[in-house]
């Protein structure tokens, strides 16, 4: 229903020289893209965060290290034989070693959390790695789109310096001065006009660089067909579970309901076993064994009120989940409805563009045929105003194509 943008752009070439919309050497947006994702200190953290969560897995639901114990017992501290090791035939010296085993219900559920823990690492990285991408589409739209202000601005100005030289040779005729000071007035205007948006290109660059380096100082004038949509709407909203945010949001959930489990094996008892071996003066050695049980009995208070917190924040988990479900799938909708409006808006205001240029045209012949100024300045700033009004659309455009283009980490049909 609608034809290419850039096809239609290639039109407004009658507007603009030529040479303007040549391929230039700078910098495209995928190749922006590519590199910002190269350079982000987001997705370095966001690396080391995985890597934490797989070593804190590695050691997850192990047995905790043996201690070893050492002492005497036994020993006399007051009288004549006080600090007297061998003084006393009871006191004796130890050696031993323990070992806590937590119940096995326990360690799986640790081991649980852990792997929980990782895969909520690796969707939050996804996460960062799709906000960089996004972000540095869209700042590279925003240099683009001023540099194409900045383009038509200048033919006008070319224009503008026609006018200057007509209403010269007219005044050293004879003429009003009047048609010179107007026309002289237009090429200031213009230039201001050029400078503020200047000043917009190099917000807009500063910007882009924050995410490619400082080295970039030009971008490409080509740019992506901001009016076909990078994937279907219907295929968008199928495919939602693979938003990266989404994808944490379950990431939470299954993480919380590891966290439960984990609270329930509290419930049951945890084993010790130990052994020591001593000595006393005069009397054989001695071996001990010892096995050790812990007794749940007060869970009510203890381990209940643990499970309930578990329970909350799963419920809490949970309910995020449909929230953001639900946030996406508006927001997708929305997204789209406004690409849909700006497409349509920028396709028809070409039709403006094409317009307040063959005025403008006609208005300087008719001018340079003996006609009056105004009339082209008029014409002049109409057509000015058609153009910023243009260029900012294709931003909007491009900005809007950025959010549908970068939904997802990889492309959905």
Known sequence: MYPSLLSRLVLATLLLPAAAWAAGSGLTLDAAVRRAVELAPQLEAGVATVEAATQDLRRAGR?????????????????????DPDADAMTQRTIGLSQALPARARRAAQREVARRAVELAQADAGS?????????????????????????????????????????????????????????AAVLELEAESAAVEGARGEAMAELQRWVGDDVVSIANEAQPFDNAPRTEANALAALGRQPALRSADARVAAAAAAVEEARAGRRPDWSVAARYGQRSGFDDMLMLEVGV???????????????????????????????????????????????????????????????????????????????????????????EAHRVHARQLGDLGRAWADLAYLFEESVP
């Open 63 to 83: 047995l905790p290290d043996p201690m070893f114990t050492f002492g005497i017992d036994d020993l006399p501290v007051a009288g004549a034989d006080a600090f």
């Open 294 to 384: 812990s007794l749940p009995f007060f869970a009510r208070h203890r381990q209940g009120p643990d499970i309930a917190a578990r329970l909350a924040e799963q419920r809490a988990a949970r309910a995020t989940q449909e929230g953001l479900r639900r946030e996406l799938q508006a927001r997708t909708r929305a997204a789209y409805a406004k690409w849909n409006g700006l497409r349509t808006q920028a396709g028809t205001h070409e039709q403006v563009l094409r317009f307040a240029h063959a005025r403008s045209t006609a208005a300087l012949a008719s001018y340079r045929a003996g006609g009056e100024l105004r009339a082209w300045l008029d014409a002049r700033r109409d057509e000015a």
């Open 128 to 184: 960062t790695r799709l906000d960089v991408e996004r972000s540095t589409a869209i700042a590279w739209v925003g240099a683009w789109s001023t540099a194409r202000e900045i383009e038509a601005l200048g033919t006008l100005r070319a224009q503008a310096q026609l006018a200057l030289q007509l209403a010269r040779s007219r005044a050293a005729g004879g003429e009003t001065a009047l048609d010179l000071l107007a026309a002289e």
